[in-house]
C-alpha cells in the first residue's frame, strides 16, 4: 500500500519535470505526426493520465518521452476510431498504416521551430498567438496564462480551443516559413516573445519575473533552432540587457526606480556581458533590423557615464526606418528632450495626443516635458491622465510622486 | 485545400473608370489571374455587378421578403471573388496579396467545405 503510493508520487513527480522541460518538445512532434493540434493536446493528456498509473506500478520507464510520445500516438487513433465522424476514421486508417517508427530512445526530433511559427502565425489573433505559444511551446498551464491576461479561465480555455481549430480549419501549415516570408513571418514570432517579455510587467512582481524567463527562455530556444540569425540574437540580447536591470527597478516599498537612480550593484552583469556579446555578434553580420536596434538602444542605457542621449536619438531615427509608429516617434521625442531638445520635444510629442491619448507612457512624458518648461497647471493634467491610465502600483507611486514634486 | 478569396471595396475609394488608377487596376487584375492559371491554382473566379444590382430575400415564417440593395449596411461591398485550389493558407495569403483591391480594401480568406452542391 505504501509502496503503491510512494510509486504515485514519484510517477507525478518524474511527469511534472517532464511537462516543464519537454512538453513543447513532444507537443511539436505529436503535431508533426497527427497534422491536428486540438488532437495532440487531447492526446497529450490522455497519456499523462495513463502515465500516471503505469509508472505508479512499474516505475518510470528509461526513455519517458518515447512512452509518453507512443502512448499520446496510440492514444490519438483511439480518439479517432471512436468518433462518429468518417472523415476522422480515415485518419485513423491513414496514421495506422504510416510507417510506425520506434520512438523508445529519448532523441524524439524537435519540430519546434515548426511549432513556434505555427503558434505566431499572423492570421490568428495576437492575444491568441501568446497563450498558444506560452501554452504549447513553454507548457504553461491554463489556469496561469488566465492569470497574466487576468481572464478567468474556461474563457481562456475556450480562446486556446479557438485558436487550435482555426490553425486545422484554415490551414495554417505547420511549417518553417519559405525563405521569402522568413523575416516578416520572424518579426512576428519576435514580436510574441517580446509580447511574453512586457505582459509580466503589468502583473505582479512574481509574475513579471516568471514571465520575463519564458520569453528568454523562447528566445534562446529559437536561437538554438535556427542560429545566426542576427535579429533573433538582437532579440534575445534585448531581453537579457532590459532583465539584467530587473532587480534595481524597483526600491523596497515597491515603486518604480528611473534609471539615472538605479543602484548599478543590483545590475546582473553576467547577463548584461551576455547581451552585449550576442549584440556584437548579431551587428557584425551587417543585417540591421528593428530588434538589433531595440538592443543597442538599452545598451546605450547601461554605460559608465549613463545614457548616451545623441546616440540613441540616432537609433531611434534608423528604428523610425523600420517601425514608423507613434510610440517610436514618442521615445524619439524623449531622448531629444534628454539630449538636450526639450522644446523641440515638447512640439513633437503635442501633435500624438490623437493617437496615443490611451497610452499611459504618453501622458507620463508629456507631463515631464511640460513640467520642465514650467507649465506648471498642463503639466498636472498630465500627470492626472497618466495615472488614471496607469496599470500597475509601481508606475502610479512614480507619476504621483512627479506629480507631488512640481506642485511643490 | 480549396480557398474562396472575397474581394470588398468601398465604392468611393476605388478608382473611376477611364482613369489611369483605373487601368493599373485593371492590369493587376490580369496579371493576378494569368499568375493563378499559370500556376494551375485558379478554380473560378468572377467580378459582381455593383451594389445597385444586388436584391436580398429573406423568408419569414414561410413568407418571401426581397429588399433591395445589399443585406449588410457597410461601407464595404462585396465586389468579387476568386475559389483556388493551394496546399495551405500561407499560400492562400500569397495569391490574396496580388488582388489590387487588397490596396484600398479588404480581401477576406476563406476555406471552402467542399461538399460541391453543383456537383461537377
Not at chain 1, 479561465?153 to 516570408?181: F, H
Not at chain 1, 501622458?363 to 515631464?368: D, G, K, N, V
Amino acid at each position: 500500500m505504501m509502496q503503491a503510493a510512494s510509486g504515485a508520487v514519484a510517477a507525478t513527480r518524474a511527469l511534472e519535470g517532464l511537462m516543464r522541460n519537454d512538453r513543447g518538445r513532444l507537443m511539436a512532434a505529436l503535431i508533426a505526426r497527427l497534422g491536428n493540434f486540438q488532437l495532440a493536446e487531447e492526446a497529450l493528456q490522455d497519456a499523462m493520465l495513463s502515465a500516471v498509473g503505469h509508472w505508479g506500478r512499474n516505475g518510470v520507464p528509461a526513455a519517458p518521452l518515447g512512452w509518453l510520445l507512443q502512448t499520446a500516438y496510440r492514444k490519438a487513433i483511439d480518439r479517432l476510431r471512436q468518433s462518429k465522424s468518417e472523415g476522422r476514421k480515415v485518419d485513423a486508417l491513414r496514421l495506422l498504416t504510416a510507417e510506425t517508427r520506434e520512438d523508445d530512445a529519448n532523441d524524439i526530433p524537435d519540430e519546434r521551430l515548426r511549432l513556434i511559427f505555427t503558434c505566431c502565425h499572423p492570421a490568428l489573433e495576437p492575444k491568441s498567438q501568446v497563450a498558444l505559444t506560452l501554452r504549447t511551446i513553454c507548457g504553461l498551464s491554463t489556469h496561469d496564462i488566465a492569470a497574466v491576461f487576468l481572464d478567468a479561465e474556461p474563457t481562456m480555455g475556450q480562446r486556446l480551443s479557438r485558436a487550435r481549430a482555426k490553425i486545422t480549419a484554415a490551414g495554417i501549415p505547420y511549417s518553417v516559413p519559405e525563405p521569402q516570408d522568413w523575416a516578416e513571418r520572424l518579426q512576428a514570432v519576435l514580436a510574441v516573445i517580446y509580447l511574453v517579455f512586457t505582459s509580466g510587467y503589468a502583473g505582479t512582481a512574481e509574475n513579471r519575473k516568471n514571465l520575463a524567463a519564458e520569453a528568454i527562455f523562447l528566445a534562446r530556444l529559437l536561437d538554438s533552432l535556427r542560429p545566426a540569425d542576427p535579429e533573433i540574437e538582437g532579440c534575445l540580447a534585448l531581453l537579457l540587457i532590459t532583465h539584467a536591470r530587473h532587480d534595481a527597478r524597483e526600491d523596497h516599498t515597491g515603486a518604480a526606480v528611473p534609471l539615472p537612480a538605479q543602484d548599478r550593484s543590483r545590475w546582473d552583469r553576467a547577463l548584461i556581458a551576455e547581451g552585449l556579446g550576442l549584440l556584437d555578434r548579431a551587428m557584425n553580420r551587417r543585417l540591421p533590423g528593428p530588434y538589433q536596434i531595440k538592443a543597442a538602444i538599452a545598451a546605450c542605457h547601461i554605460g559608465e557615464n549613463g545614457s548616451d542621449w545623441p546616440q540613441i536619438v540616432l537609433l531611434y531615427d534608423s528604428l523610425l526606418r523600420f517601425e514608423p509608429t507613434p510610440v517610436v516617434r514618442l521615445h524619439r521625442a524623449v531622448a531629444l528632450a534628454e539630449a538636450g531638445r526639450p522644446d523641440t520635444a515638447l512640439a513633437l510629442i503635442m501633435p500624438l495626443q490623437a493617437e496615443l491619448g490611451a497610452y499611459q507612457p504618453f501622458h507620463a512624458a508629456l507631463a515631464e516635458l511640460l513640467a520642465r518648461s514650467g507649465r506648471k497647471a498642463e503639466a498636472l493634467a498630465a500627470y492626472e491622465r497618466a495615472i488614471a491610465l496607469a496599470t500597475n502600483e509601481a508606475d502610479i507611486g512614480f507619476l504621483k510622486a512627479r506629480a507631488q514634486a512640481v506642485r511643490e | 485545400m480549396q480557398y474562396m478569396l472575397l474581394i470588398y471595396a468601398d465604392p468611393q475609394r476605388e478608382p473611376k473608370y477611364g482613369t489611369p488608377e483605373h487601368e493599373a487596376m485593371m492590369s493587376s487584375y490580369f496579371a493576378a489571374n494569368r499568375q493563378m492559371k499559370a500556376d494551375g491554382v485558379l478554380v473560378a473566379g468572377e467580378a459582381l455587378k455593383s451594389i445597385d444590382t444586388a436584391t436580398s430575400l429573406r423568408l419569414n415564417r414561410g413568407k418571401v421578403e426581397t429588399m433591395d440593395g445589399p443585406f449588410a449596411e457597410t461601407r464595404e461591398h462585396l465586389g468579387g471573388y476568386y475559389v483556388i485550389e493551394v496546399p495551405d493558407l500561407d499560400a492562400a495569403l500569397r495569391y490574396a496579396a496580388l488582388i489590387p483591391t487588397a490596396a484600398y480594401g479588404t480581401v477576406e480568406v476563406r476555406p471552402l467545405m467542399t461538399f460541391n452542391p453543383a456537383g461537377n
